[in-house]
């Protein structure tokens, strides 16, 4: 047998052992994404990051009383930082809903804080399908205010049925003037959130306000405004 042949068998006998394992991890390696992805596909966190920011507060105010809370949504305009007050064992909790492409940052633990004493709760969080500065995740330690990020929302998600429970959501809801349809998911809207202005004066606008006209498309013609315009109308 020649010399270099005798060699690599040699080295194959001392290594396989070691190769064998690199190919296990290999293999759970890809088993765990795999897994990750169709929990994720499951969850329906994906619908979650289709939805405009009024549909998101629509969205919780539905799993928090899956969870069970007794839940009201605040105004849709001033809402002084909380989107919705859930109750749950004699505790009242305001949170602010942030549907958002981006980490949130300290503003919205801020102004979660702050909408306690407006309505009277004990304690507050912030709810995202994106993730936190670090700066956000200090300050929320400091101020005890709950932090949920896209992990924790979708395995909230999980246990109440996932992406099947979101469509038995949806069946149910009829458009009216008043309040759009719940769960719409993947409705068209016109405009960024950075990019949408007053028709009438041509101020910027925030994504709630944005989809707060659209919603109410026959009181406001289909026209976005700013507050001071929405009141003439």
């Known amino acids: 047998m020649p010399i270099l042949l005798k060699s690599i068998l040699t080295a194959l006998r001392i290594a396989w052992p070691g190769l064998l394992?690199?190919?296990i991890v290999a293999l759970v390696y890809v088993a765990v994404g795999l897994w990750r992805q169709r929990r994720i596909a499951r969850s329906g966190i994906e619908e979650i990051d289709r939805m405009t920011g009024l549909q998101f507060e629509q969205y919780l105010?539905?799993?928090?009383c899956q969870l069970g809370y007794?839940?009201?949504?605040?105004?849709?305009?001033?809402?002084?930082?909380?989107?919705?007050?859930a109750t749950k064992d004699g505790v009242k909790t305001a949170v602010q809903a942030k549907r958002?492409?981006?980490r949130i940052g300290i503003k919205a633990v801020q102004q979660a804080f702050v909408s306690t004493g407006r309505y009277a709760c004990q304690q507050s969080m912030v709810v995202t399908n994106a993730s936190f500065t670090p700066q956000?995740?200090?300050?929320?330690?400091?101020?005890?205010?709950?932090?949920w990020d896209r992990n924790r929302l979708r395995k909230a998600m999980d246990s109440v049925g996932g992406k099947r429970a979101i469509a038995q959501a949806i069946a149910p809801e009829e458009p009216t003037t008043s309040q759009p349809a719940m769960f719409s998911v993947g409705a068209q809207t016109s405009g960024s959130a950075e990019g949408a202005t007053c028709a009438v004066?041509?101020?910027r606008v925030s994504e709630k306000v944005r989809d707060y006209c659209l919603a109410n498309e026959r009181r406001?013609?289909?026209q976005i405004l700013c507050y001071r315009h929405q009141r003439t109308r």
Do not use: H, M, P
Not at 61 to 64: A, K, T
Not at 70 to 85: F, K, N
Not at 136 to 147: K, S, T
């Open 136 to 147: 956000a995740i200090e300050l929320a330690r400091a101020d005890n205010v709950e932090l």
């Open 70 to 85: 007794r839940v009201s949504r605040t105004s849709y305009q001033g809402d002084y930082g909380a989107d919705l007050v």
């Open 21 to 23: 394992f690199l190919g």
């Open 100 to 102: 958002s492409k981006r």
């Open 61 to 64: 105010e539905w799993l928090f």
């Open 201 to 203: 004066c041509g101020q």
């Open 220 to 222: 406001f013609v289909g």
